[in-house]
Each structure stands twice: as C-alpha cells, then as structure tokens.
C-alpha cells in the first residue's frame, strides 16, 4: 500500500508562484502525477513523470508554465507552478501509477492523495 500526501496549497495573485509536494510512504517505484479538479468539473490530468525522470508529460493548458519533477532518494515529487491563472484554481491531486502512459487518465491511477487546495486571484 502507498500512501501519498501533498503540501504547498494555498492563495496566491494572478501571476505569482507556487510548488505543491507529494510526499510518498514507500519507495517511489511508480510513475507519478498531479491532477486538478476544479469544483463543478471532472478531476483532469495535469503533469505525469516517469519513474526515471526520463520521461515527462503535461497537460496542454499547462505547458511551459508548469514543472514536475521528483527525488527519489527522498520519495517526493514536485509541482512547481509559474504564472498562475484564475483558471489554475482547484484541488491538486498527486497520483501513482505502474505504467507512465497510463497516469493521463483517472482510471489509471492506482494510488491518490487526499488533495490541496489551490486558489488564483485575478
């Protein structure tokens, strides 16, 4: 069982800067990820990296404003978020998967968080 836990939520301004963390309980053998889910909408994929780092993959909206990234020696994986919009404002979930290709859809995710909040003002 892996149990998965985030930190770094908050309230920032348009524009600004955040990192969310995902701290895991066991070893980060798996591919990893963030989700959003913004209130009325689906729960939508964000950012996936494999287990290497070799491998990265992020959703449209978010591209070169957004980073992911993780130690392994330390079982965390990051979300460093530049320049946030009002449409970035959500509950960030971390997830982990057994197959890189399979963390952009829900159903793919075999452990998940329990979420953080995000909120952007314009």
């Known amino acids: 069982q892996v149990q998965l836990v985030e930190s770094g939520g908050g309230r920032v301004q348009a524009g600004e800067s955040l990192t969310l963390s995902c701290a895991s309980s066991?070893?980060?053998?798996?591919?990893m990820g963030w989700f959003r889910q913004a209130p009325g909408k689906e729960r939508e994929f964000v950012a996936a990296i494999s287990r290497n780092s070799a491998l990265t993959d992020y959703e449209d909206s978010v591209k070169g404003r957004f980073t992911i990234s993780r130690d392994n020696a330390k079982n965390m994986v990051f979300l460093l978020m530049n320049n946030l919009k009002s449409e970035d404002t959500a509950v960030y979930y971390c997830a982990a998967s057994d197959g890189f290709s399979k963390l952009r859809w829900k159903n793919g995710v075999d452990y998940w968080g329990q979420g953080t909040q995000v909120t952007v003002s314009s």
């Open positions: 066991g070893r980060t053998t798996r591919s």
